[in-house]
């Protein structure tokens, strides 16, 4: 079963430091991998996608990495801003039972503190 | 551009009854999809469309009815609501399918909160 596990499930920093955020995942074959940012009460945004031949790509003071060998990809939060805080989705997509269909991580909820 | 919106916003169902949940998009947009976001977990996919008049399922359809008469337009119907439907709805689009080896940005609506008792 396709399968995408985030960590941590939460993480507090405060404003100015960098975090990185892990996404590990199963799904095979593998098509593309995106990273989603949401703020509370809102719909996902899209931050960064990433298909099997690409390994990083950037979003202004977001990077995404990603390592198709071992399956794993990071998003990585440089000097972070109040605005920061919300969850972050991966979303991992592969050919499953005739069609494309999407598996999403349960998120990592960021804090921000001043 | 208004993007993709969602209405209503809010909706308390009692067991039993139906109710449509609209999605529009102005960006011309081919593949539509909606999918529920249950606390805990991950958003999953419920239908999803790649054209007018061309729907399928996604990975949790039961329950659950779509249609697509028009590029803009993909509603979702519950034909008889369940407690278990309670959840926060998205509808989303893309200019084509994002979950091929292509890229495409797939823009998300802001949500219908639907609680069934």
């Known amino acids: 079963k396709n399968q995408v596990e985030q960590s941590p499930q939460s993480l507090i920093i405060l404003e100015g430091k960098n975090c990185t955020l892990q996404?590990?995942?199963?799904?095979?074959?593998?098509?593309?991998l995106r990273w989603y940012k949401q703020d509370t009460g809102r719909g996902p945004v899209s931050l960064t996608i990433?298909?099997?031949?690409?390994n990083t790509k950037s979003n202004g003071r977001y990077t995404a990495t990603l390592d198709a060998d071992t399956k794993q990809s990071s998003l990585h939060i440089t000097a972070s801003q109040l605005s920061d805080s919300a969850s972050y989705i991966c979303?991992?997509?592969?050919?499953?039972?005739?069609?494309?269909?999407?598996?999403f991580g349960r998120g990592t909820s960021l804090i921000v503190h001043p | 551009n208004a993007g993709v919106t969602q209405t209503p916003k809010f909706q308390v169902l009692k067991t039993g009854q139906s109710m449509t949940l609209q999605c529009a998009q102005d960006m011309n947009h081919e593949y539509m999809s909606w999918y529920r976001q249950d606390p805990g977990m991950g958003l999953r996919l419920i239908h999803y469309s790649v054209g007018a008049g061309i729907t399928d399922q996604g990975e949790v359809p039961n329950g659950y009815n779509v249609s697509r008469s028009t590029t803009e337009d993909f509603p979702l119907r519950l034909l008889s609501a369940a407690p278990s439907q309670t959840s926060v709805y998205f509808c989303a689009s893309s200019y084509s399918t994002p979950h091929s080896r292509g890229s495409y940005e797939q823009y998300f609506g802001p949500g219908t909160r639907l609680t069934v008792t």
């Open positions: 990433m298909t099997f031949s690409e």
């Open positions: 996404c590990n995942y199963t799904v095979s074959p593998f098509s593309n």
């Open positions: 979303v991992v997509s592969g050919w499953s039972g005739g069609s494309y269909i999407p598996t």
